[in-house]
């Protein structure tokens, strides 16, 4: 029996780089701090409670494709040796957890990999599927995406969700790097399942992001509170308005936290202080939807092929299947 484990990266490489970037962000113009960096344990307990919001049709829409299409995924997939199942942005495993389970009573012999950055996620993750799904074989890595690509074995059967439309966070750039590192540890037999967020009417999307409740402000504004208790800053929250907005032309929806005075922030860590101006952004997210065109259109300028797209029933999101293409 293959032993379950956390490993690959420390969490203190990931505090390192957290702090890094954040005196990177922060002294740049204009200045900016990464999306990655919301989910500390504070942040994926906010992002638990956004995942639940009316507002929020982006879990429902991939909970509903991944359970009706199951079925699909395997037989698309016809493992016939030992498969690794690599879960890009684990989180609470929510969604995933349908695969995991149909899986298992299918019988297929596979081991489940989940990647997050949040050491406090993995964690969760590994003490929660032993409870869950009993003798399930879990090796959560804590590390970012691309680290964690690095080290997976090409040779090895595999099987790896990106869901949520975390990729829309990245830049072009990153999204190519990552697409590019990703087939370097594929097979043609291998399938990579992609979640995409759809264009759509932009009243649905901005409301996801900027929710009655104000769920989403706190989720913001948790990355600042993690800066003033992981580095010792003073970050006044109330002196910050969070200010979302979209444009359908691009499809990018941008998170911005607005000083709403002159004001300047130390933070002891860093050695750093930084001077914002009243109305100065701090952008904290990008969240690119996509079209069937343009999802094609990445698929084919970075090596693969569109195995299918499967839908929801409103069509606003797309749980896009990719294999390598043929030569």
């Not at 879990?59 to 494709?65: G, K, L, Y």
């Not at 969604?95 to 964690?123: G, M, W």
């Amino acid at each position: 029996m293959r032993k379950s484990e956390i490993g690959i990266k420390a969490p203190a490489e990931v505090e390192n780089e957290f702090s890094k970037e954040v005196f990177e962000g922060l002294r740049s113009s204009p200045k900016f701090l990464k999306s990655k960096y919301f989910y500390d344990k504070k942040g994926d307990e906010l992002f638990q409670q956004i995942m639940k919001l009316p507002e929020y049709y982006l879990t429902r829409s991939e909970f509903e494709i991944l359970n009706q299409n199951k079925e699909k995924i395997l037989r698309i997939l016809k493992p016939k040796e030992h498969l690794e199942l690599i879960d890009l942005g684990a989180g609470d495993v929510y969604k995933t957890k349908i695969l995991l389970k149909y899986f298992q009573d299918q019988r297929v012999d596979f081991t489940y990999i989940p990647v997050d950055i949040s050491k406090n996620a993995i964690e969760k993750i590994t003490t929660d599927l032993r409870s869950d799904i009993p003798g399930l074989v879990v090796n959560g890595i804590c590390a970012e995406y691309l680290s964690a690509i690095k080290v997976l074995k090409k040779n090895s059967r595999k099987i790896i969700v990106f869901l949520g439309a975390s990729i829309g966070n990245f830049s072009i750039k990153e999204t190519m790097d990552f697409l590019k590192e990703t087939s370097e540890k594929m097979t043609p037999q291998d399938l990579l399942v992609i979640g995409f967020d759809l264009k759509k009417d932009p009243d649905v999307i901005l409301a996801a992001y900027n929710d009655k409740a104000g769920v989403s402000r706190q989720f913001n504004l948790n990355l600042l509170q993690r800066i003033n208790r992981e580095m010792g800053a003073n970050f006044d929250l109330e002196l910050f308005d969070h200010s979302p907005y979209y444009h359908p032309e691009s499809g990018e929806i941008r998170s911005l936290l607005i000083s709403k005075t002159s004001q300047t922030v130390k933070i002891p860590a860093l050695d750093l202080s930084v001077n914002l101006d009243e109305g100065e952004p701090i952008h904290t997210e990008v969240s690119k939807k996509y079209s069937l065109k343009e999802i094609a259109a990445l698929a084919d300028t970075s090596g693969f092929e569109v195995v299918e797209n499967l839908l929801d029933s409103k069509k606003y999101f797309a749980d896009s299947l990719w294999r390598i293409k043929q030569t």
